[in-house]
């Protein structure tokens, strides 16, 4: 589902239709800034970044976990009379984590990409709103510059996995 749809479904039940929460901004206006007035604003966007990432994240954990579960390791290990937990969290989640972390080294860029579309309907202010601003206003400069930012990030995200790669699996950091 993509995020705008999402997010205008959450504004309308939770925000429409049960007043639950706050359906614009990032404070009421006329109320002096607290916390619990920023969190009541901030549940709404974090379900729709949360909701947008985590079903293609939970369906490529599963498909690696399924994948794993038929290799040759996992059948000595029941031979072995290993119970069905200690091969699921000791031996298959090790293997799962290298791809995970590829994925979450990507969701890096995605979450500055996908708060364009999330701070411009809930009328946040932040990068995202700016961007639109900086398009629909033709200013060249400032979206080039958060082009170059959302490209740092993809780096950065590429090199947090590599970093990670070497905690999880020792035997990356000894490969030539």
């Known amino acids: 589902m993509p995020t705008f749809w999402f997010a205008m479904i959450v504004m309308y039940f939770l925000g429409y239709k049960f007043k639950i ?3 614009m ?4 206006i006329g109320l002096e800034d607290s916390f619990a007035d920023f969190m009541k604003h901030f549940a709404m966007p974090y379900l729709v970044l949360t909701v947008g990432f985590l079903p293609d994240l939970t369906r490529y954990v599963r498909g690696s976990a399924i994948g794993q579960l038929k290799e040759d390791y996992v059948i000595v290990q029941q031979a072995f009379g290993a119970k069905k937990t200690e091969i699921l969290f000791k031996h298959v989640g090790r293997n799962v ?5 590829t994925k979450l080294g990507m ?4 979450l500055v990409t996908g708060a364009v579309i999330t701070e411009t309907i ?3 202010p932040g990068i995202g709103s700016y961007f639109v601003k900086a398009i629909s206003a033709m200013d060249y400069p400032i979206v080039m510059s958060i ?3 959302s490209g740092t990030l993809v780096i950065l995200g590429n090199l947090l996995s590599d970093v990670l790669y070497c905690l999880t699996d020792p035997r ?3 490969m030539k």
């Open 147 to 149: 082009l170059v930012l």
């Open 107 to 110: 969701a890096l860029p995605m």
């Open 21 to 23: 929460f706050p359906l």
């Open 25 to 28: 901004g990032m404070h009421t």
């Open 122 to 124: 809930f009328s946040w």
């Open 172 to 174: 990356i950091k000894t």
């Open 97 to 101: 984590l290298i791809p995970l972390i």
